[in-house]
């Protein structure tokens, strides 16, 4: 429940700013994507795509990318979206965009299996291939 609590919480900007101040709560966050239960993915993705909207969320992510990346097969659609979501705020910036050009395969094999992700994975896969 205390994951659901914080998820809420990452929505507002005086949210985001205390969460990041916490010492580890975005490894742990990252660490919990890995949990085989669905409803903790689903709550720990949801605030990581929130708190990657902020330059020091994103950069404390980068190190667990691969973990973030792993997600986009879940078998779990609101994961997905989630981790679709977190992906695209992370490639708005260069570190995070070179980290997924190698999503690009898997974005556009779901593209074509959920027409539920379709429209976001097409704005995802917009910002990772993005040129300035």
Not at 37 to 54: D, F, K
Request: hydrophobic share 45%; glycine share 4%.
């Amino acid at each position: 429940m205390a994951i659901l609590c914080l998820s809420c919480l990452s929505f507002l900007e005086a949210g985001k700013l205390k969460i990041l101040a916490e010492k580890d709560c975005l490894k742990t966050l990252c660490l919990l994507l890995k949990d085989h239960i669905t409803l903790v993915r689903e709550a720990s993705s949801l605030a990581l795509a929130s708190l990657a909207q902020m330059n020091q969320g994103k950069a404390e992510i980068f190190p667990y990318f691969d973990i973030v990346a792993d997600l986009l097969l879940d078998p779990e659609e609101k994961v997905q979206l989630n981790i679709i979501e977190l992906i695209g705020s992370l490639a708005e910036h260069p570190e995070g965009r070179k980290k997924s050009m190698k999503c690009l395969e898997v974005l556009e094999n779901l593209k074509e299996k959920s027409e539920y992700l379709k429209e976001y994975i097409i704005d995802t896969v917009n910002v990772i291939t993005w040129k300035p």
